[in-house]
T-cell receptor
């Protein structure tokens, strides 16, 4: 039973490029959450999605960041025109449907480095 | 929003020692989880414990929801226990708010 799968594990981008991070939830899970961990800090909520719907994006920066969870395929966190301050670990978590509240399971994270 | 405070901020233990990590939160919660972030950055689920007591091997946790705190106990610590321990809570749903973590170093 595979866990939450994130890729790439490591991504290096130059300032101004785009970064795309992918997250496949655990089998049977239809809720996805993205979190960001800046160096030496705890995790901060970014966005909560269900299939084809953004439920809560209150933690997303207003510009350059977007997220989607299409009917088919993984959830994507997209960062346009990256800046050095975007360097962080981005974690995805998933939970089953109809469990609110319930336990979140996290992937291993994607570590973005902006040169 | 809800505030989460963890203590101590860091802790150094000799292998075999016991420890207690604390998590205080500022409002009532319906979701509380403890995580271990190992030195490779992976987040490991330890406990889902919005209330009550649970045990898993050398680890146990207690949440007293009415008094707004949770405790994580580590007994007979091992070097592999090193890392950062996070408490995370949600007032509603699964939108977790993380504490700043406790950095644990276990020396052999």
């Amino acid at each position: 039973n595979a866990g939450v799968m994130q890729n790439p594990r490591h991504l290096v981008r130059r300032r101004g490029q785009e970064a795309r991070l992918r997250c496949s939830p655990m089998k049977g899970h239809s809720h996805v959450y993205w979190y960001r961990q800046l160096p030496e800090e705890g995790l901060k909520f970014m966005v909560y999605l269900q299939k084809e719907n953004i439920i809560d994006e209150s933690g997303m920066p207003k510009e350059r960041f977007s997220a989607e969870f299409p009917k088919e395929g993984p959830s994507i966190l997209r960062i346009q025109q990256v800046v050095r301050g975007d360097s962080a670990a981005y974690f995805c978590a998933s939970s089953p449907p109809r469990t609110d509240p319930g336990e979140l399971f996290f992937g291993e994270g994607s570590r973005l480095t902006v040169l | 929003g809800i505030q989460v405070e963890q203590s101590p901020p860091d802790l150094i233990l000799q292998e075999g020692a016991n420890s207690t990590l604390r998590c205080n939160f500022s409002d009532s919660v319906n979701n509380l989880q403890w995580f271990h972030q190992n030195p490779w950055g992976q987040l490991i689920n330890l406990f889902y414990i919005p209330s009550g007591t649970k045990q898993n091997g050398r680890l146990s946790a207690t949440t007293v929801a009415t008094e707004r705190y949770s405790l994580l106990y580590i007994s007979s610590s091992q070097t592999t226990d090193s890392g950062v321990y996070f408490c995370a809570v949600a007032e509603y749903g699964n939108k977790l708010v993380f504490g700043a973590g406790t950095i644990l170093r276990v020396k052999s």
